[in-house]
């Protein structure tokens, strides 16, 4: 059923994505004459829009639901590290080392296996006063 629904939605982007660049390519779309976009401007816009899509659809693909929900709830907080653990798992996916869906205990393995890889070591450095200072000179006061 959910791929039922998944491939209605797909062929409804496809078709709106279908009818902007259609549109766009025959009119300006009321814009004033100094802020028309160009036609490579919109290409490119349709070209980042169609990747995303691309992107997310593998994603499905790839992750079950608790997978795919834990890492959306991880890309409002860091969205690098989630792009980083997509790139990851699309890449999986294209090599073959994805044999079925991802559950969430592996796409948690699999963070661990990324934020090893990008631990960054905390360093403390204390500035600590001169015996010249002047603040050690108000002891009488």
Do not use: F, W
Not at 18 to 38: E, K, V
Not at 76 to 97: F, P, S, T
Not at 108 to 116: A, M, S, T
Not at 119 to 137: A, F, G, L, Q
Request: hydrophobic residues 30%.
């Amino acid at each position: 059923m959910e791929d039922d629904e998944l491939e209605q939605i797909r062929a409804r982007r496809m078709a709106e994505l279908r009818a902007q660049s259609g549109a766009g390519s025959s009119s300006m779309g009321g814009l004033p004459s100094g802020m028309s976009p160009s036609k490579k401007d919109k290409e490119e816009e349709a070209k980042k829009s169609q990747m995303e899509e691309m992107r997310r659809t593998m994603l499905i693909q790839i992750l079950d639901g608790e997978a795919r929900e834990r890492l959306s709830r991880i890309a409002i907080v860091k969205a690098d590290k989630a792009r980083a653990v997509e790139d990851l798992l699309i890449r999986m996916a294209q090599g073959g080392q994805v044999r079925s869906k991802i559950t969430e205990k592996q796409l948690i393995e699999l963070l661990e296996q990324v934020n090893q890889q990008t631990k960054h070591e905390t360093k403390i450095v204390y500035n600590r006063r001169r015996y010249d200072d002047s603040d050690d000179d108000d002891y009488g006061l």
